[in-house]
């Protein structure tokens, strides 16, 4: 079964079967204002924080043909009556004569018609501003007269996402609506939790008159709530009863009577949704949008600013799957990830226990490096700033108000409150954008710590490179008994947590990258002692790592805290897990002859045709002396799941050690764009990489989950772009230095670099998977395989030989 296809001129996925099988979502706007928008017109909406400013009500977990957030009712009059549906499909789920969900850059447009009426939806937010648009056209496309009535809807939430479902009488004591007339007569309804009335509205208009509205969601639905969303008993009577709601479930619902349409003839409105400090300006704001033109602007805006961020990496390989993904897909999954780390999607729900992931972003900003470096400067200012003065990190933070916290470690109270990986994380992303950007100003730009005096004030503040160095120092002065960082409360790994004194070998090599990047940084600024300072605690971690967890024929995992490995052969579960095998190689820790082994090792033993798994075997019953891998059944997850955020370290590991075949294989096994015609059993978007799929020891194997907000997206695209493709920033320039399969005759790309555009040509005569042999940069021959820095706002061509 297919439930759409992908449309690459539009740079749009088109689903084109409404009854996909999970909701499709879309990301509209940022976190200052926006969410996501399923693809039948549900959407959940929130300004600046989705925890505590949320602004629909969205409730994942109901069944999919139920309404959610917002919809749209057209109703055609029929004799004495009226024939009701949805043009978005749901809530009334007719089977509509025709339904596409164009999922766009920053919009979804539904495009659908059911007997003789046509309507085509644009969905989005505009740049900058804080407002859900609907550009909506209805056609009559019979052949008679139709009389039309348009009625948009909008079902609200509680700002405090969580009191919406935890307190039932608190909450509805204290939800508002009122009328508002607007210039022209429009209606504007106004909506409000009675704390917020003040300084914080939300609102809900159009840009035509509507003759009657509904605020209460029992009136709208009728017979006490009997009444179903499917056929809202108020759209039964003429007119809604233009109540405003002095409590209770709030909703929003404008009813528009387009008169009789001429056949072929259309009416276009526009709905917006939005919150502002006060009427005043919700009155002047709205006045904006009323104007169709003005919403055809901003999306022009809209689509400029994907244009520019899209065409500064553009590749083109024999791959059309990966072309897609490359150039469309994952970059703007990227953006994503970027935007919401971890916080909202139909999967993570943000009722408080999720934030911005310290880990997390500090990975998700390397995957908008290339396109958008100085909005990747601003996290990582924020992300520094959560750091303590002894060097390890809050494990998230509210972007809002910067308030960290120690994320899930507090609910253990035997464990340590910190993760040994988190702080790390933020070397590899500050010397990824200084590469990048080449601003090594950066370096000296003043950051505070978290640590806050009574006054709020910072106790102290620091260099970036400061920063950098505190977070080294932790892990050195953190080691246990095998001389290997210890554990924490986890690493990478949030679900395997083992008592006080643990270690995690992947904390070790992650500590080895981190100074690989801290030698070479160091190198360039001309700093031999911190070089050699460096090199000694790498020399130190590196002989630990091969004298102490070396397990025959891979790398152990973990020592648990008597001193017991986990991830090796001797153990009955959990007997090898992906990542110690990986950044052995990453980090450059292990001896060739062990980064073959290892990474044989990770082939035979976790290896599917779907995705290489995260451990094997998984364990099978729950054991809180482990933790949280545990309460997975076997191949769920972080138990022996194929958990995709790993996958694309084994194609950098595979890609430097020169085995272009391999590094590929696993990029187009879990290539999504390529997964369109097995999607049932896949059954999340194919447009976005998820953060997991069920592993060969569940019986659903290759099911996804957790769609989105996955570290999958930025290392899928540093590992294809960088490793596979092999064009990757230096502090001197542009290294090409490809791994591709032997088949491949070469591949193109145009990326822009430090203000110069390199047009990239590879080309692969002999079919070889690696190796350079020339280099030409605007016709002249150069040695070595770096194109240098222009800054010169020039196209420059580049050609490479693969020989
Ligand atoms: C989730 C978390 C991430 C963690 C991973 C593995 O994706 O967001 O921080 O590394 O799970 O446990």
Redesign the pocket.
Known sequence: MQYGYFDDDAREYVITNPKTPVKWINYVGTLAFGGFVDHTGGALLCKGDPSLNRITRYVTQLPASEFKGETLYLRVKNGEGYTLFSPYFVPTLDHLDHFECRVGLGYSRIISSFKGIGVDATIFVPLDESVELRLITVTNQSKTAREVDCVPVVEYSHPDALKQFSNADWVPQTMQSKYVRGDGGRTILVQYPFMCRDFKLNYFTTNCIASSFETDRTRFLGDNEYGTWSHPGALDDKELSSYEALRGDNIGALLHHFGALKPGESRTIVTQLGQEDSVAVIREKSGKYCDPQAVSRALNDLSRFWQKYLSRMQAVTPDLAMNRMLNIHNPRQCFITFNWS?YLSLYQLAYGSREL?F??SSQDVMGIMDRAPDRARGLLVKLLSVQKKTGCALHQFNPLTMVGNEGDSLERNDLPHYYSDDHLWSVLAVSAYVKEAGDEAFLEEIVPFYEKDNSGKPVERATVLEHLKRALLFTWNDRGRHGLPLLGF?D????VNLKVRAESSFTACLFGKALLEMIELARHLSDQSLVATYTAYYDGMKKAYNDTAWDGQWYVRYFDHDGTPLGSNNNEQGKIYINSQSWAVLSGFAPPDRATSALQSVFERLNTSKGIKLSAPGFNGFDPSKGGITTYPPGAK?NGGI?L?TNPWVMIAEAMMGNGERAYEYYRQINPAAKNDCIDEFQCEPYVYP?NILGNEHPQFGLARNSWL??TSSWAYQAATQFILGIRPSYSGLLVDPCIPREWDGFTMVRVFRNATYRIQVKNPRHKNRGVVSLEIDGKKIDGAVAPVFSDGKDHEIEAVIG
Do not use: K, L, Y
């Open positions: 971890r992931g880990r997390d986890a990478w790994n949030d679900t972080e958990f955020h953060q996955s570290g």
